[in-house]
């Protein structure tokens, strides 16, 4: 038997009035119409908190863009689930915020595109998104609800990273999540436009360490940083299908949210089967969990404990191979397309975003 996850990132509707170009959400967008009912979200969250869930990480697209999501919350609540709201901000007013907190809400996680309404704007795609955050970031320290800011940085904002930092700290921030974009979903096909220089990362890292002590009784600070840069690979998502999974807005179950781009993977859904078997039978979580699909470099390979061959997606996406160490990993064969990427993106002039949109109904 696999351990239970600790997380579920339910990915309630791929809806959203932002438009950003690295979004984690998958290039063909779900429309309203796919997206699972309030009573099987219901039903799903109890099958997850009877597993041994314990985080219940509520995403989109814009969850508020959900009517329900206030019932969603009161029924993660009462299923046992502690309940994180992943936000723009957008769709939220102060009155739906104190209704969220009164359903049981635990935490709001708001996203920060930029500092300044003109960035902020202009990366998010959504003019006046800026004026908006800030009046839900105020209600939400005013509430009392826990806040965590999560900063995704890219070669545009990267260089305001010191003033981002003391900005969410003014907020009222608990937390902020320093977030360097990873290459998968959107941010892909930005990735010349979105990929900071080598210089850019070792100011940010220098910033961190600096703000790391100077904010210690204020806020945390956590640092992802670009991977095409290390040496090594992350651990993605602790390892395939052992901690966490992600539901898509239609009730597909994904061992991570850029799992449907690796050919020959079937996902299971929620209006199938139930949660528990999907976790622990279902063919896209056994494919890559643990050691066994390992080929070498990775199957002889001393980190393979620590990283478990780095991101599937990310093999997939650059080497054309799921099994294939992830190519960032400087045992990787295909290291020398990264360099090759970074030398050609990093500092050529940037491209024009292509922003996150939802394809026109046919
Ligand atoms: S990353 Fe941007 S576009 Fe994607 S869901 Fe979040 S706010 Fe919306
Ligand atoms: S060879 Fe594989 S297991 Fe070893 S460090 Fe590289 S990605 Fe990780």
Redesign the pocket.
């Known amino acids: 038997m696999t351990s239970p996850p600790i997380a579920l990132l339910a990915e309630l509707t791929h809806r959203?009035p932002?438009?950003?170009p690295?979004?984690?959400?998958p290039l063909d967008l779900l429309a309203r119409e796919a997206e699972l009912d309030t009573e099987t979200w219901a039903r799903v969250f109890r099958e997850a908190a009877a597993m041994g869930v314990l985080q219940l990480h509520l995403s989109?697209?814009?969850p508020a863009s959900r009517r329900d999501l206030e019932a969603l919350v009161t029924s993660a609540r009462e299923a046992g689930l502690y309940v994180n709201l992943i936000t723009?901000g957008i769709g939220l007013t102060p009155a739906r915020l104190q209704a969220l907190a009164d359903a049981g809400l635990d935490h709001v996680q708001l996203?920060l595109q930029g500092i300044t309404a003109e960035k902020a704007d202009r990366i998010?795609g959504y003019a006046g998104g800026f004026a908006r955050k800030m009046t839900i970031a105020a209600e939400v320290t005013k509430i009392g609800l826990p806040l965590t800011v999560n900063a995704v940085m890219h070669r545009h904002n990267i260089d305001d990273l010191e003033a981002t930092i003391a900005f969410a700290a003014n907020l009222g921030a608990r937390r902020i999540e320093v977030a360097c974009v990873q290459f998968y979903g959107w941010a892909l096909p930005n990735r010349a436009a979105l990929l900071p220089s080598r210089d850019q990362v070792i100011a940010a890292k220098r910033i961190v360490d600096a703000a790391r002590p100077a904010y210690a009784h204020r806020m945390a600070i956590d640092f992802v940083p670009p991977d095409y840069y290390a040496d090594f690979p992350k651990a993605c998502m602790g390892g395939w299908g052992s901690t966490g999974l992600n539901i898509a807005p239609d009730g597909k179950v994904l061992p991570c949210h850029a799992a449907a781009t690796i050919p020959g993977l079937t996902f299971d859904s929620v209006q199938d089967r139930p949660l528990a078997e999907i976790w622990q039978h279902g063919t896209a979580f056994t494919a890559y969990r643990g050691h066994g699909w390992m080929q070498d470099p990775c199957k002889s390979c001393a980190r393979r404990e620590i990283d478990h061959g780095g991101c599937r997606c990310q093999a997939m996406a650059l080497a054309a191979d799921p099994r294939a160490a992830d190519p960032v990993c400087r045992h990787s064969p295909a290291r020398a397309m990264v360099d090759r990427i970074i030398a050609a993106e990093a500092t050529a002039p940037a491209p024009a975003f292509t922003y996150?949109r939802l394809a026109p109904q046919a």
Do not use: I, P
């Open positions: 959203c932002l438009a950003c690295y979004c984690s959400n989109g697209g814009e723009s996203s998010g996150r």
